[in-house]
């Protein structure tokens, strides 16, 4: 099964091979120009003192990741399930629909990672980082476990929402909280205490401070990377029976 949706992936990808490989090279430059350049100027460094380039880095690493997980998972939950039949078509195969989940999330998660490395090389030629090899496979498995929580809130709300309009809104808003409210962009510290206090146990920001954790205070909280790990299987398992409970409809 998992063999069949990575194949499948890869034919989607050469159909749009031109567009994707111009939006992997135009993204991390157009986050450069419109965000980096004028956050940098206006906050400089962050709360612990780190250079806001080095800081933020990651955080744009990710956060490229994290935009091209959303259309693929759109694609497969939302619009071949409302318009198509591609959706139906998987879901008569002898998988479990928590399999069929977690194999399309898989394929997602990949093509993501492809992003999120394309776009390190483009930022490295705008930004002056530290970073060496290791510290680029800590922020491969921080874009991993980061869209890992997200692609499921992804999936949750493309299953339980059938209207455009209002599944438009729902990911305009996602994305507003995960550019500035996980902590991948503008750090949580700076927003007023009762706000960040709320801001830094939602999942996605969990992730963030505990890879944060590791890359600039060499510090391994467990906790803060296991719990967002465990609450994506599970939520795993959730979306598995919103799918078996949307089929049953």
């Known amino acids: ?3 069949a949706l990575f194949k499948r992936r890869w034919w989607l990808t050469q159909n749009r091979l031109f567009s994707t ?5 135009m993204l991390p430059l157009l986050l450069y120009i419109m965000i980096f350049m004028v956050l940098n100027t206006i906050i400089g460094e962050s709360v612990n ?51 069929l989940i977690a194999g399309l999330l898989l394929t997602s998660l990949v093509e993501s990672v492809l992003f999120s490395t394309a776009a390190a090389g483009v930022l490295l030629a705008l930004i002056p980082t530290p970073f060496g090899a290791a510290d680029f496979l800590i ?38 909280w995960i550019a500035f409210g996980s902590g991948l962009l503008i750090e949580l510290g700076y927003y007023p205490e009762s706000v960040s206090q709320f801001l830094e146990f939602l999942p996605t920001a969990v992730v963030v401070r505990g890879f944060h954790s590791i890359l600039f205070l060499n ?31």
């Open 1 to 3: 099964m998992i063999t």
């Open 21 to 25: 490989l111009g939006f992997a090279l």
């Open 49 to 99: 003192g780190i250079p806001y380039g080095e800081w933020v880095f990651p955080g744009c690493v990710v956060l490229i990741g994290a935009f091209a997980v959303m259309p693929l998972l759109f694609r497969d939950f939302f619009d071949l399930r409302v318009y198509g039949r591609v959706l139906l078509n998987l879901t008569l195969s002898p998988s479990s629909k928590t399999g």
């Open 139 to 176: 922020m491969i498995a921080f874009t991993l476990c980061f869209n890992f929580v997200l692609g499921n809130m992804i999936i949750s709300l493309s299953l339980l929402i059938d209207r455009v309009s209002l599944f438009m809104f729902s990911i305009l808003t996602m994305f507003i």
């Open 219 to 249: 510090h391994v909280d467990s906790t803060l990377i296991l719990v967002p790990i465990f609450l994506g299987i599970v939520w795993t398992f959730l979306n598995g029976f919103i799918l078996k409970r949307k089929l049953n409809q």
